[in-house]
């Protein structure tokens, strides 16, 4: 009879922990990097260590949840009873085979309502201020763009809400260069309608939106041609590398140019930005503006024409700055009469010429025969970001973005479970992304210490064998 291999599931052996755990494990390489000292002086204030019974060290919960973002692990109820059966994570907490992992809600409680709101953040620039010392940043190109994550809330339950429009970042700056204009042609300056008028643009009135009775921060967005959900948006930044740099999570009906500002504004702040590259969502003129006045270099793609293709095109018509004036291609000269609160400048041609004109049909004039063209007070700026758009080195840059930006994102959602959250509320959400990015950084930062530790050791064991002076080993 053939002797099968004997059961050894309670067979008895003496042996560490730290022997079981590969060498070349995830996790070691990030308590290579890693240090905690900072943490236990952070948090000290919100331990009593004289009162009652011990309470979790704040590291091991930190830890428990940096393992459920670093594997996407899709809950803390998950990781809590991963961590029961892998040796490795319990030798990432520091706790041997019998020690009892802290229960999930411990660690959900902390995050919640122990541990300082702020707390996520200053871990997070924690790792990233590791990998600026370890010179792995290369913020002389960011690259900005946003991805929708899927809220916990259910689609089919929501109302309808009259709610207060958001006023522009912009609009008091677009107001005055109006009114000024508006002054040198001889109309009245715009002011700011009252909060009733049903018909403002650029800061107040009311607007209908689509609230979830279950997530009422969620916003409804249309995903493709059909799908309606309420999700959260995620607008983030990250370098050449794809460190994760900066990130702001708003509602998922929050358009990536609204959130922009807030986002550039604290990467400018903490990094030396030269070329910002997005997509065509932020080609507007406030955007080419803003970052041509910081002296920064906008890298935007080219936008399809949407309007008349067989009409004469915007391009075709030549701008004469000095008379504020456009020429049409048949050579009649159209005048700037107005501009609107919205910043578009109004340029009308004289009927009288333009009645008998063979290309009035082309042209695209009024039953008057007067042709109306349309300009952004800013439009120099689009004009000087499509000048730079066709540079070799724009093109070069952007071509990184599915390196860079869309990698983050698709890492993010197949690897570390950012497809859809189980919290609720802007700022619970705003949290868990933040942890998460977090440790994605952590884990390319570890990496790549680990990778140039072995490739130093190695070419320092190659110079020793292969030098031509001997070497003596003591």
Known sequence: MEQWRKDARKEPVIIDIDT????????RKIEKIMDYEWIYKRLEGYYCHDNGRPGTDPVVLIKMVLIQHLFGIPSLRQTYR?????????????????????????????????????????IFEHILNKALNNRMLEPSAVFIDGTHIKASANKKK??????AKAAKVYSGQLRREVNAER???????????????????????????TVSTTDPESGMFIKGEHERQFAYKAHTACDKNGFVLEVEVTAGNVHDSVAWDKLYDEITRKHDVQFVTMDAGYKTPWIAKKTLDDGKVPVLPYTRYHGNKDGYKPWDYTYDPANDTYTCPRGETLRHTTTDREGKRTYRSTPERCKTCPCRVKCGANEKGQKIFTAHIWQEYLDLVEQIRKTERAKDIYARRKETIERVFADAKEKHAMRYTHHRGLAAVSRWVRLKYAAMNLKKLAVWSWNSLCYFDFYSLFSIFNTRTPVFLT
């Open 183 to 209: 002054e040198k042609l001889g109309k009245k300056p715009i002011e700011d309608k009252d909060d009733n008028d049903p018909k403002p643009s650029g800061g107040g009135g009311m607007t209908e939106k």
């Open 82 to 122: 991963e961590i029961q059966v892998n040796l490795a994570y319990r030798w990432f907490l520091g706790y041997g085979l019998l020690d009892e992992i802290p229960h999930f809600a411990t660690v959900s409680y902390a995050f919640c309502k122990r541990f300082p709101e702020e707390l996520t953040t200053e």
């Open 20 to 27: 079981l755990v590969p060498r070349e494990h995830l996790l």
């Open 158 to 163: 929501y109302q309808k809400e009259q709610v």
